[in-house]
């Protein structure tokens, strides 16, 4: 069974690889080429305690300043091989991380991407600053680490090789550093990742707030919210104070093993050059090789909090792409006529263990226009979000041309599908952009499907025009703007199915006349349009209502027959209330709209006191 993210813990059940494998996988040359350059590296680190022998044994000795020139040129030429392998190694570390990313970050977001859609909330982006500490710990310094120590035997031979005491010394100094590497792990393992959570609880918990900063500056909330952010905050700084603090025993546990090594080694030496036992030159010889032989150890030591936090991040993405794997590769379908089956449909809200919509049927022609209506909360946006495949149904099924939506290429299918959100999300970047949906750029579309929603000349009166940048969430547009833009983006390229959730919920008169034609163009067009409204507008074209409620079907059938039901029993309120808003209700009220406000005429049908008071 798979574990949740953030535990640090590698998932115990056998699984089919993921992006994460095959990134691995497209990185393992470089890895390979960068342990062969340590390898000679670390080989090449030897020159330097080689020469120093030399020098005190051969040239102090001889006197001879040719002998010393020559050892000097021979030491400069292998310590620029060394640093050149170096760099090598830097720059293959650097475009490995760079190649990781480009293999993994793709899969990544479009898993985000399909949680995110399923389930939405804040914390989205987590996965992809894991994906970036896993990359920056591939392409760095914590794989050099590692790299080394394997090689740290290498320097125990070569110490052994001047004297036995030398290298019982470097293994009981190398055997003490990964002790305390092993401690340190242990020691701070749970604390970062604790840390690690708390910190994304505190990010989500800010991005939150941030989005929602001009209601907390008008009335006030910003201190509390702060507060209840600061407390999160602080117990992930506590977490990582508490690691710190003891990786921080342990690291000087390390620097205090390597300086007393250096020195016990000098004495040590020193003795063996009284005894005669070895050289002046093999003392200092010896004292370089043992600092090496800790050296790596040290440095994966002080390296060891990147390596947990690349591990967890790690396991954080491995998880995410299980959890939401890539589909399947799909037989391309002919393009969509419009027909929509839903048979004994189940719908659950994420988070929500009871569905909202219950053993719901119906099938509608393609070129055909449905209303949705029903009283708050009844499960209707629920059911468009199903409509257009962003949430799964739990049982039964939603059938597009006959083929159930799962079986369609996604790409495909958001062609196929026009979707206007209850709440509008546009897009930092243009007009154009937003309307084109980021595709490749096709003016000819773009102003077609301005012209279909109405907004061309509402586009021309902007700064820019179709070239203003709309900041983001189109924050530089009103809200009725928004919408109206949301509906061009939906109809763009005509769509076979147009799902619009509350079209009208943000538009002044104007703009309710500009979607009434919107609606009928779609209509001559033979597009399957389903409208989910509280008001009039758009339900005088519908060619069936569908009334929902408490996430059980109330009636479906054509528009007048439904209505009549609906009102004969007590139908939805926002139906019964508000379709008998007609011109002269819409004038007593104060709304404005006289019946030539009414493109195609009052609705057919309207309920009996609506139409006396009519």
Not at 5 to 20: C, E, H, K, M, S
Not at 418 to 433: I, M, W
Request: with cysteine.
């Amino acid at each position: 069974m798979s574990t949740p993210p953030g535990t640090g813990r590698a998932p115990q059940q056998a699984f089919a690889p993921t992006a994460l494998d095959a990134g691995l996988n497209t990185v393992r040359p470089a890895f390979v080429t960068v342990v062969v350059f340590s390898f000679f590296i670390n080989i090449l680190g030897l020159n330097g305690p080689l020469y120093m022998m030399q020098v005190y044994d051969r040239v102090l000795a001889s006197r001879n300043l040719e002998t010393l020139v020559v050892l000097t040129v021979i030491a400069a030429f292998l310590y620029a091989i060394w640093a050149a392998l170096e760099g090598l190694r830097a720059r293959v570390l650097a475009r490995a991380g760079v190649a990781f990313d480009e293999a993994v970050n793709g899969p990544v977001f479009d898993a985000v991407l399909r949680l995110a859609a399923r389930g939405p909330g804040s914390g989205q982006a987590q996965p992809l600053r894991d994906l970036e500490t896993v990359r920056d710990f591939f392409g760095g310094a914590g794989v050099v680490s590692l790299c080394d120590v394997p090689w740290v035997p290498i320097y125990i031979v070569c110490a052994t090789a001047l004297h036995p005491l030398y290298g019982v010394l470097a293994v009981v100094s190398c055997l003490f550093s990964g002790i305390i590497a092993v401690l340190n792990n242990r020691a701070t393992r749970r604390a970062l990742e604790q840390a690690s959570r708390a910190s994304i609880v505190a990010t989500a918990a800010a991005t939150a707030t941030f989005r929602n900063a001009e209601v907390l500056k008008a009335m006030g909330m910003a201190q509390p919210l702060r507060r209840r952010w600061r407390k999160v905050h602080d117990d992930a700084l506590g977490w990582q104070g508490q690691a710190g603090d003891r990786g921080a025993v342990l690291v000087a546990l390390t620097k205090f093993n390597r300086a007393l090594v250096q020195s016990v080694v000098l004495g040590l030496g020193a003795y063996l050059a009284i005894e005669r036992e070895i050289s002046p030159g093999m003392m200092i010889a010896g004292s370089i090789l043992l600092g090496r032989c800790i050296q790596p150890i040290e440095q994966a030591v002080t390296n060891w909090k990147s390596v947990v936090q690349m591990r967890t991040a790690f396991n954080r993405v491995q998880f995410l792409l299980r959890a939401a794997p890539a589909p399947e590769a799909r037989l391309r379908l002919p393009d969509a006529r419009g027909e929509i089956t839903a048979e004994t449909l189940f719908i659950r809200a994420p988070g929500r263990d009871v569905p909202v919509i219950r053993n719901l049927s119906f099938k509608l022609p393609a070129g055909s226009s449905l209303g949705i209506v029903g009283p708050t909360a009844a499960g209707k946006s629920s059911l468009a979000r199903v409509l257009v495949g962003v949430w799964p149904a739990v049982a039964g099924s939603i059938r597009l041309d006959g083929s159930e939506l799962a079986h369609w290429d996604e790409d495909q299918l958001g062609r196929q599908v026009g979707y206007l959100p209850q709440d509008v999300e546009l897009f930092s970047g243009t007009v154009a952009e937003n309307i084109a949906r980021f595709g490749a750029p096709d003016d000819a579309g773009v102003v077609g499907a301005a012209r279909v929603a109405g907004v061309y000349e509402m586009i021309q009166r902007l700064p820019q025009g179709y070239n203003t940048q709309i900041g983001e969430g189109g924050v530089a547009l009103s809200g009725g703007q928004r919408q109206r833009i949301g509906l061009a983006r939906a109809v763009y390229g005509m769509p076979a199915l147009v799902v619009l959730d509350e079209p009208n919920a943000s538009l002044d008169p104007p703009g309710e006349m500009a979607l009434t034609e919107a609606l009928r163009q779609l209509k001559a067009a033979r597009r399957t349009v389903i409208i989910i409204s509280h008001r009039p507008a758009g339900l005088g074209q519908c060619d069936f209502i569908l009334g929902i409620k408490d996430g059980v079907l109330q009636a479906f059938g054509p528009r007048e027959q439904t209505l009549a039901k609906l009102a004969s029993a007590g139908g939805p309120p926002p139906v019964r209330q508000r379709v008998a808003l007609t011109p002269k209700l819409a004038a007593a009220r104060g709304v404005g709209g006289t019946p030539a406000n009414w493109p195609h005429g009052a609705p057919a049908a309207l309920p009996a006191v609506a139409q006396k008071e009519a």
